[in-house]
């Protein structure tokens, strides 16, 4: 079956601007976790949905924001972008969301903030 | 809170060699334990997990044991090949009821020269 896809693979953007990532997850699953890495600060968790609602969020700003539909895609949004949001960012998704199951992983959407 | 202590990369070996990538982690209760793999320009893969003291992980001729006493999860590999070259992450899944997260290690970055 098709693995979790996010879209677009690339994005330039100009400080200040706002951006729209996509996440597709696996089908039949529920939860959708986004995640920040940089080579800096290594692979950060942003937030986690499931069944639309948002259950955990990491420590970022409110500039970061998310929401899940009711087909379980996914979009993150970054508002007001800065030099500091250039990353890959990572969406996984989870059957259950529950501490034992694996989450499978995008190839990310590589964001550039110039 | 919760964290993961990996061993700083990056590791170069030769192929055939036997491979260690320490991994630590303080946490509360009974998390999950994961090791990811990273191939350049790809997401991440699950490579193995372990969900309570004393299982043993194993897939692709990779293993590891959760070690409640030592609080460790390090990846052992027999005999390395060019094709394991890049970054492995070490994670836990909290055991704290309703958190569905990922916390990762910095990644340890593993070369094989052939």
């Known amino acids: ?114 | 809170g919760d964290s993961v202590t990996q061993m700083e990369g990056p590791v170069t070996l030769s192929e055939e060699a036997f491979l260690t990538i320490n991994c630590t982690y303080t946490a509360t209760g009974y998390p999950s334990l994961f090791w990811y793999v990273q191939y350049p320009g790809e997401g991440l893969q699950l490579l193995l997990k372990a969900t309570k003291a004393d299982d043993k992980g194993s897939n692709k001729g990779f293993e590891a044991t959760y070690r409640k006493e030592t609080t460790s999860f390090h990846l052992e590999k027999g005999s390395v090949q060019v094709s394991d070259s890049a970054v492995y992450f070490c994670a836990l899944s909290p055991s704290t009821s309703g958190t569905y997260k990922y916390i990762f290690g910095t990644g340890t970055r593993l070369k094989v020269l052939a």
Request: with cysteine.
């Open chain 1, 1 to 114: 079956k098709a693995g979790v896809t996010q879209t677009p693979r690339y994005l330039i953007k100009t400080r200040g601007q706002q951006v729209t990532l996509s996440c597709s997850p696996i089908s039949g699953h529920r939860s959708v976790s986004w995640y920040q890495q940089t080579p800096g600060q290594g692979l950060q968790f942003l937030f986690e949905y499931f069944s639309e609602t948002q259950r955990n969020k990491g420590n970022f700003p409110g500039r970061f924001s998310g929401r899940q539909f009711s087909n379980s895609r996914s979009e993150m949004n970054v508002s007001t972008l800065e030099l500091g949001d250039s990353a890959l960012y990572l969406c996984a998704s989870s059957w259950a969301g529950l501490k034992d199951t694996e989450a499978f992983f995008g190839q990310g959407t590589r964001l550039t903030v110039v």
